[in-house]
T-cell receptor
Framework: AQSVTQPDIHITVSEGASLELRCNYSYGATPYLFWYVQSPGQGLQLLLKYFSGDTLVQGIKGFEAEFKRSQSSFNLRKPSVHWSDAAEYFCAVGALRNAGNMLTFGGGTRLMVKP | KAGVTQTPRYLIKTRGQQVTLSCSPISGHRSVSWYQQTPGQGLQFLFEYFSETQRNKGNFPGRFSGRQFSNSRSEMNVSTLELGDSALYLC???????????FGPGTRLTVT
């Protein structure tokens, strides 16, 4: 069975500083990997995805993530954080079963941004 | 395109009652999945429907059920509500080729 670990429950960064959120996954085959962001009281917004090909993927809002098969990681990065980035971030692995896609999520990382 | 919509947004029910939540997917999306989000268990997959058929199911008791209509709209039902069913229920739709799931705002269910 697949699993996702986000080691950092909370992270605080200063506005303008760089950000890296960690994600480690366990999956028997080549995974489909996703990062979602959730603002308070909202649903999940897809930031970016990795299916295959280039291991560095670009997403919305200036985010990028790098897939490292050898480390089973898919860390999310942003060079300069804005106050509006404060939210909870979820990494997910997608398992194709019966031609459908079931997402397994990590526990989330809550990002706080200091002015 | 309009996004995924869920109704109602908030719901308060009493233990033992049943509840039905509704989800309208993005136009053209035929796959609808449901997830439960709680502080203790996080985000957990409930089930997925495609073309009116349940295609995948998570590890939830039979009190949780769902269905999908010919227009791809989906409902989920929880019978005999328990306090532990209090959660944010999220619906996601997918076009089944790109395997990207787009989420609605959720229905916040409180069981008292």
């Amino acid at each position: 069975a697949q699993s996702v670990t986000q080691p950092d429950i909370h992270i605080t960064v200063s506005e303008g500083a760089s950000l890296e959120l960690r994600c480690n996954y366990s999956y028997g085959a080549t995974p489909y990997l996703f990062w979602y962001v959730q603002s308070p009281g909202q649903g999940l917004q897809l930031l970016l995805k990795y299916f295959s090909g280039d291991t560095l993927v670009q997403g919305i809002k200036g985010f990028e993530a790098e897939f490292k098969r050898s480390q089973s990681s898919f860390n999310l990065r942003k060079p300069s954080v804005h106050w509006s980035d404060a939210a909870e971030y979820f990494c997910a692995v997608g398992a194709l079963r019966n031609a459908g896609n079931m997402l397994t999520f990590g526990g989330g990382t809550r990002l706080m941004v200091k002015p | 395109k309009a996004g995924v919509t869920q109704t109602p947004r908030y719901l308060i029910k009493t233990r033992g009652q049943q509840v039905t939540l509704s989800c309208s997917p993005i136009s053209g999306h035929r796959s609808v999945s449901w997830y439960q989000q709680t502080p203790g268990q996080g985000l957990q997959f409930l089930f997925e429907y495609f073309s009116e058929t349940q295609r995948n199911k998570g590890n939830f008791p039979g009190r949780f059920s769902g269905r999908q209509f010919s227009n791809s709209r989906s409902e989920m039902n929880v019978s005999t509500l328990e306090l532990g069913d209090s959660a944010l229920y999220l619906c996601a739709s997918s076009d089944d080729t790109r395997h990207e799931q787009y989420f609605g705002p959720g229905t916040r269910l409180t069981v008292t």
